[in-house]
């Protein structure tokens, strides 16, 4: 398969935080927002394997800021760095006040996905390759990040056997 370049998945979502988003805080759901990143790395992903795509795992989401009522938000997500039939997918998010036109980073991510076929069968992915300096950084530790994923499923099957059944 022939390497495309980080670029060629980018994806990005703007939207505005109304009410039906926000908590008593006036504050964006963390869960609206898991959401709407799910919704756009899945994009990218896709972009980039032009398969069908299932969400392996989230890495972490760090919520930096609050999400105020009346804010937008812009997601942008692409993949990062890849591994046989899965896709590593970053995702930023940025906030604006769209009266001040004042933007911040509120959020960072780090989701991966499978490429499958109809049957649900992982398949194969194309290489990614980076070309800006932040692409650059991000493929050259997937390595790490993807040991860490692979150290923390370990884990977490440990735990669900453990707690799964009484």
């Known amino acids: 398969m022939e390497a495309k370049p980080c670029s060629e998945s980018r994806a990005v979502k703007t939207t505005l935080?109304?009410?039906p988003d926000t908590n008593n805080h006036g504050t964006l759901f963390g869960g609206r927002l898991l959401a709407d990143?799910?919704?756009i790395a899945s994009i990218a992903a896709i972009r980039h394997a032009r398969?069908?795509?299932v969400t392996a795992?989230?890495?972490?989401?760090?919520?930096?800021s609050p999400v105020k009522l009346g804010q937008s938000i812009c997601?942008?997500?692409?993949?990062t760095w890849t591994h046989?039939?899965?896709?590593e997918v970053f995702v930023k998010v940025v906030t604006e006040d769209l009266i001040t036109g004042e933007e911040q980073v509120c959020n960072t991510a780090f989701l991966t996905f499978v490429a499958v076929d109809n049957d649900g069968n992982p398949i194969p992915v194309p290489p990614v390759?980076?070309?800006?300096?932040?692409?650059?950084?991000?493929?050259?530790?997937g390595p790490k990040r993807s040991?860490?994923?692979k150290d923390r499923r370990k884990r977490s099957k440990e735990f669900a056997k453990e707690f799964g059944m009484n």
Do not use: G
């Open 17 to 19: 935080v109304l009410p």
């Open 129 to 141: 390759y980076p070309e800006t300096e932040h692409e650059k950084r991000l493929y050259e530790s």
């Open 57 to 64: 795992s989230t890495d972490s989401v760090d919520f930096l």
């Open 147 to 149: 040991q860490e994923r």
């Open 84 to 87: 046989n039939t899965s896709m």
């Open 51 to 53: 398969e069908l795509v």
């Open 37 to 39: 990143i799910d919704e």
């Open 75 to 79: 997601i942008e997500a692409f993949v």
